[in-house]
């Protein structure tokens, strides 16, 4: 957690606290399901929290903006994001009811008032975004064609609507269709090693 506080020195108490409150609640709810790999559990903060938070580095969410997690899995980045941006929706959307379920009760403990999990696969989804996250393993051309329609026409941020990605590793080819594409390599905002080929992906909807 004093990552957390290292990078974002700004946060209220109440973000503080909720941050702080995810490796307990991750660590019981991990022992049913598989949140968050286990692998990496011992350093979730920086792989999984701050990670996350690479977005917030890059972008500041506007009040009143609705925002798509798409594949949310364990909740990520969707509800870090969320803490951070309190005044901006989050639809947390996974094809995998259980996870989902874990996610409604996670939600509750933090009295997170601006997050709302759906169970639904995100093609099948009609409602529309300003923005859509997500940290999936899937190529950017796949999660392109699920999403292409899922944006609102008109924004109400200083950039168009669109989606923006947290990928890692040489993604010259995934890119190749994609020239409008802007990378925001995370190891310009941390000093960690783990970031050096960690990136924020942003393709805005044109």
């Known amino acids: 957690m004093e990552l957390i506080k290292k990078y974002f020195p700004n946060l209220l108490d109440q973000q ?3 941050l ?3 490796k307990n609640l991750y660590a019981y709810w991990n022992a049913h399901v598989n949140l968050v790999s286990r692998k990496t559990f011992h350093d979730f903060y920086q792989q999984h929290v701050l990670f996350c938070l690479g977005i917030a580095k890059v972008f500041s969410f506007y009040p009143g903006s609705c925002v798509m ?3 949310t899995g364990g909740g990520f980045p969707g509800i870090p994001l969320s803490i951070v941006f309190p005044n901006t929706k989050f639809v947390l959307v996974d094809s995998i009811r259980k996870k989902i379920k ?3 009760k996670i939600i509750y403990n933090l009295h997170l008032k601006n997050v709302f999990p759906i169970w639904i696969r995100a093609e099948k989804l009609e409602n529309k975004f300003d ?3 997500t940290r999936g393993v899937k190529k950017i051309n796949i999660i392109h064609n699920w999403i292409k329609d899922k944006f609102k026409y008109k924004s109400n941020s200083i950039i168009k ?3 923006l990605y947290l990928k890692g590793g040489n993604l010259y080819n995934e890119l190749k269709e994609f020239p409008h594409a802007i990378e925001y ?3 310009h905002y941390f000093d960690e090693p783990f970031f050096i080929t960690k990136k924020v992906i942003w393709i805005s909807n044109i």
Request: charged content about 15%; overall charge negative.
């Open 102 to 104: 874990i996610i409604e």
């Open 161 to 163: 609507n669109g989606a």
């Open 20 to 22: 702080s409150s995810l």
């Open 69 to 71: 997690d798409l594949g």
């Open 16 to 18: 503080i606290y909720r």
């Open 131 to 133: 923005f859509v996250v």
């Open 185 to 187: 390599p995370l190891n």
